[in-house]
């Protein structure tokens, strides 16, 4: 059975910085592509970022592109959400998923394990 559990979400204001993450219990951790998607109230989950096994290989949306990094560390079965320069418009519920067949995707449903959610809130 694979969990993960996404930690770090709070309330910031504009301009701040957050860093999110998400631990990953089970095994072959190291060979899933692991994504970040959000869901503001009101709105469809969205993709934010992924990366894949390989840890040259990620994917932004452009939303977030430049302000955001994804990474990665196996040896802690952990993936990170660096979030820079907040506004108001990232706020919502951050989700981390994992995808076994490490494709580094940006659709929601290619994803076989998903956390709770941690709340972002950024304040203007």
């Known amino acids: 059975q694979v969990q993960l559990v996404e930690s770090g979400g709070r309330l910031v204001q504009a301009g701040d910085s957050l860093r999110l993450s998400c631990v990953v219990s089970g095994r072959d951790f190291s060979r899933y592509a692991m994504g970040w998607f959000r869901q503001a109230p009101g709105k469809e989950r969205e993709f934010v970022a992924v990366?894949?096994?390989?840890?040259?290989?990620?994917y932004y949306a452009d939303s977030v592109k430049g302000r955001f990094t994804i990474s990665r560390d196996n040896a802690k079965n952990t993936v990170y959400l660096q979030m820079n320069s907040l506004k108001p418009e990232d706020t919502a519920v951050y989700y981390c998923a994992a995808d076994a067949g490490n494709r580094r995707s940006v659709k929601s449903y290619e994803y076989n394990y998903w956390g709770q959610g941690t709340q972002v809130a950024v304040s203007s």
């Open positions: 990366i894949s096994w390989n840890v040259g290989n990620t």
